[in-house]
């Protein structure tokens, strides 16, 4: 199944996800198909005037831009998804969209869909981090 | 008293509460708050699944799930928060929406600067009210009778003659004195009807001049523009059931309006900027030396890419243009470009407070630009309904409502 990650850049939700068989939807991928074009309109992620408009689909031109743009690269993986994994107040170092605004729209979208979501709490300590792997495997499992 | 419930944030420390409230009084409406319990909050936004930073948009939140769990009664909702507050543009959009589904409650949306009056808001009010107060008045679809319709519009006055639901006399004028030119395309179209005025049985004025003409003329019906192009274009297009998006590009401002059965549910009305109304592209015609009428057919051979424009501003707008006619850009593409740009704007400044139901139907005098309704299609996806006498809406709508007093 296609599970969107949430933070989007996390590398451990990211290889959870497609560790227990699924697919993660996540900045990575999002981000790497615009720098693999031949041609780079706007480095350094390629994310366009265009994809900004079309950020308009999530949120209204007086949203700023920067939400705009994020949720254009976000949006339509959260309209692919058929699960998510969310990390609540997950520090920076973890992963982040670098804007709490489009933070708070992400976990929004992802409510609006009625997918299966897990909420899980950042790890502070040995045990918090193996339960949070536990939780995450058996989402993950369940989902299959 | 027809009672608007306010979801807001921000307006009583942005000296317009008091504004909000005297535009509803003015067309008899009062303003409500839904009654919230300070512990039902966090589990409302929870809930919602959207939970902003600030408090008051929580408030708001927690009002809004009061009216969709029907748990308070009002009648119409107006939701409204500060211009450029991005967690607010957010919250006001997704409510909107929420309202929508979970209720069957007209809703209109806003975002207000210090400067909001209470002019301002008298139509959205009034077209509140009107579809509220005036169901069975809506409900009309076919016109009876002999009536008419006067549209005075900021840039043409247009009437309309209308006998047991057919069009027999039509006539339009740019407007200059609201009297003078209403009665003008009036005994014009009288004429073309072979109908005395002293037969008329009832007469709907809209538009900007509608009171004056209404005054002056002794109308039975004196409606917003909002609800009676709804009615307008719907009977014209042949749409009196089911769901519909009306696009109206208009000379001053713009609508977008949301209609199930032929009322609407949820509009927007633009008026800010002139570059993304139908004056930019009588600017634009002006500078081609062309007539506005040809200004579409003109497009149709252009090609928009090649003729850069994209500016917010008719000043800046007309600067582009010159800047392309001075590198040689052909009139084709400067002019597919003006209506391309003022379809990107109406689509990026205000399609995005409405949820766009398919059909599309434009309407307006800018509906005859064939090369606007081409870059709209271009700009949506799909290509809109343009109904015959689509300049008509307003004064068919009038004339079709007001057969209903008769």
């Known amino acids: ?19 227990f068989g699924h697919e993660p939807l996540s900045s990575m991928a999002a981000i790497q198909e615009r720098i693999d074009k031949l041609e780079i309109d706007m480095p350094p992620m390629n994310v366009t005037i265009d994809d900004v408009i079309k950020g308009l689909k ?16 976000w949006g339509p993986l959260i309209d692919e998804a058929e699960a998510a994994i969310i990390m609540d107040d997950a520090p920076f170092a973890f992963g982040c969209v670098g804007c709490e605004r489009t933070q708070s729209m992400v976990k929004y979208l992802l409510k609006r869909r009625g997918i ?15 339960n949070f792997v536990i939780q995450a495997k058996e989402f993950l499992e369940g989902l299959k | 008293m027809i009672k608007i419930a306010q979801l807001s944030c921000g307006t009583e420390y942005s000296s317009v509460q008091y504004e909000i409230e005297k ?33 008051q948009l929580k408030l708001m939140i927690a009002r809004a799930i009061q009216l969709a769990d029907g748990l308070y009664d009002a009648d119409a909702v107006f939701i409204t928060t500060c211009f450029r507050c991005a967690e607010g543009a957010l919250v006001r959009n997704e409510l909107r929406r929420f309202i929508q589904e979970n209720t069957r ?16 808001l008298l ?5 509140l009210v009107t579809i509220v107060s005036r169901k069975e008045l809506l409900a ?24 047991d639901n057919e069009i027999v006399g039509k006539d339009w004028t740019p407007s200059g004195d609201v009297i003078q030119s209403a009665t003008y395309v009036l005994e014009n179209a009288l004429a073309e009807a072979g109908i005395k005025l002293s037969e008329v049985e009832a007469m709907g004025t809209t538009g900007y001049g509608r009171y004056s003409l209404g005054k002056h003329f002794k109308a039975k019906l004196v409606q917003e523009e909002l609800t009676v192009n709804s009615k307008g274009a719907v009977w014209l297009a042949d749409r009196q059931h089911g769901e519909a998006t009306i696009i109206d590009i208009g000379g001053m401002d713009n609508k977008a309006i949301t209609v199930r059965d032929g009322v609407p549910d949820n509009f927007t009305m633009g008026g800010i900027c002139a570059g993304a109304s139908g004056r930019f592209l009588e600017m634009t015609s002006k500078r081609l030396k062309i007539e506005v009428t040809e200004l579409g057919e003109l497009a149709d051979r252009g090609d928009w890419r090649n003729a850069k424009m994209n500016s917010y501003c008719s000043v800046f707008g007309i600067q582009d243009l ?24 109406v689509y990026e400044q205000q399609l995005q407070e409405i949820d766009v139901r398919h059909p599309i139907i434009q309407v307006g005098g800018t509906s005859l630009i064939s090369g606007l309704v081409t870059a709209v299609g271009e700009v949506l996806g799909e290509k809109p309904i343009v109904p015959p006498n689509s300049q008509y809406i307003g004064a068919v709508g009038g004339a079709l409502l007001s057969s209903g007093f008769m």
């Open chain 2, 123 to 127: 139509t959205r009010m009034e077209a």
């Open chain 1, 116 to 130: 299966p979501v897990l909420h899980v709490e950042y790890p502070d300590t040995d045990d918090e981090a193996k």
């Open chain 2, 322 to 345: 010159v800047t392309s006619l001075g590198d040689g850009k052909s009139f084709e593409d400067v002019a597919a470009a003006a209506c391309h740009s003022v379809a990107e704007q």
């Open chain 2, 23 to 55: 535009a509803a009084r003015s067309v008899g409406a009062k303003v409500v708050y839904p009654d919230v319990s300070a512990a039902d909050i966090n589990a409302a936004v929870e809930r919602f699944g959207f939970r902003p930073r600030s408090p």
């Open chain 2, 140 to 163: 009309r679809e076919k016109q009876s009778g002999i009536t008419v319709g006067l549209d005075s519009g900021s840039s043409t006055t247009k009437a309309v003659v209308m006998v």
């Open chain 1, 58 to 73: 999530y949120a209204g031109i007086e949203v700023p831009s920067g939400v705009r743009g994020r949720l254009a690269l």
């Open chain 1, 1 to 19: 199944m296609k599970v969107f990650i949430d933070p989007p850049n996390s590398l451990v939700l990211f290889d959870l996800v497609e560790r």
């Open chain 2, 105 to 120: 409650l007209p809703v209109v949306t806003y975002s207000f600067t210090e400067r909001l009056k209470a002019s301002q």
